[in-house]
């Protein structure tokens, strides 16, 4: 029987940890293996054909002098999320569709609850709020240490880098110690440790037989 609400998947990691380019690599393969009309892409802060959503994307990863607080970060991450859900991630859901985003919710409990020392119970509640209760179905969180990630991000002259790119290694320090914390307080079939230290090929392999395998139990083929 053909599941009437459709299947929400998350690519998350570390700064530099390959997510962006396995997510648009299981998309393309995806539509390939016939699923083109199924699957829709999309990725934040921000979101696909979002304004609001990419206005705060704008404000969120600018380069420019002025310091955004702890706690306005997290605020501004939140309601650009719960944009992004308002007016793509739910309506696509509602129409049966494949919802592949880079980043979400597990981002802001790592990067400001944890890293910013905000507290992961404080942020989660905010964002629950904002996201109506609405999380994946399945999280696969690319991890790479901070050495690696930040030796990738220099060497890929094509990336754009951004504030948050631009922390100390203390502060990647703490987001990979987050993450490892929300990989180790998670570990079932809706979170999945992925080592992004292999090849790309090998990464990509890994990714998407987890993902064909959820879409195919999903929709019982």
């Known amino acids: 029987?053909?599941?009437?609400?459709?299947?929400?998947?998350?690519?998350?990691?570390?700064?530099?940890?390959?997510?962006?380019?396995?997510?648009?690599?299981?998309?393309?393969?995806?539509?390939?293996?016939?699923?083109?009309?199924?699957?829709?892409?999309?990725?934040?802060?921000?979101?696909?054909?979002?304004?609001?959503?990419?206005?705060?994307?704008?404000?969120?990863?600018?380069?420019?002098?002025?310091?955004?607080?702890?706690?306005?970060?997290?605020?501004?991450?939140?309601?650009?999320?719960?944009?992004?859900?308002?007016?793509?991630?739910?309506?696509?859901?509602?129409?049966?569709?494949?919802?592949?985003?880079?980043?979400?919710?597990?981002?802001?409990?790592?990067?400001q609850g944890y890293a910013r020392n905000l507290g992961i119970k404080e942020v989660w509640d905010v964002n629950n709020f904002g996201i109506n209760g609405l999380l994946p179905s399945l999280t696969m969180i690319l991890m790479v240490t901070p050495e690696q990630g930040m030796e990738r991000i220099r060497a890929n002259e094509l990336r754009e880098v951004n504030r948050l790119d631009q922390e100390t290694m203390s502060m990647h320090h703490k987001v990979y110690e987050g993450y490892r914390k929300i990989i180790d307080e998670n570990r079932n079939k809706t979170v999945v440790e992925i080592d992004a230290s292999k090849t790309i090929d090998a990464v990509f392999k890994s990714v998407y037989a987890l993902v064909i395998q959820k879409i195919k139990e999903h929709y019982g083929e």
């Open 1 to 111: 029987m053909i599941n009437k609400q459709g299947l929400f998947i998350t690519f998350e990691g570390p700064d530099g940890s390959g997510k962006s380019t396995i997510i648009g690599l299981v998309y393309d393969q995806l539509k390939k293996d016939g699923y083109a009309s199924k699957v829709v892409l999309t990725r934040e802060p921000g979101g696909k054909n979002n304004l609001i959503a990419e206005d705060i994307r704008h404000i969120l990863l600018n380069k420019m002098e002025y310091k955004i607080s702890g706690r306005a970060e997290a605020l501004l991450f939140a309601a650009s999320r719960a944009q992004h859900v308002q007016d793509f991630i739910k309506p696509n859901l509602d129409n049966d569709k494949v919802v592949l985003c880079d980043r979400y919710i597990h981002s802001s409990l790592v990067y």
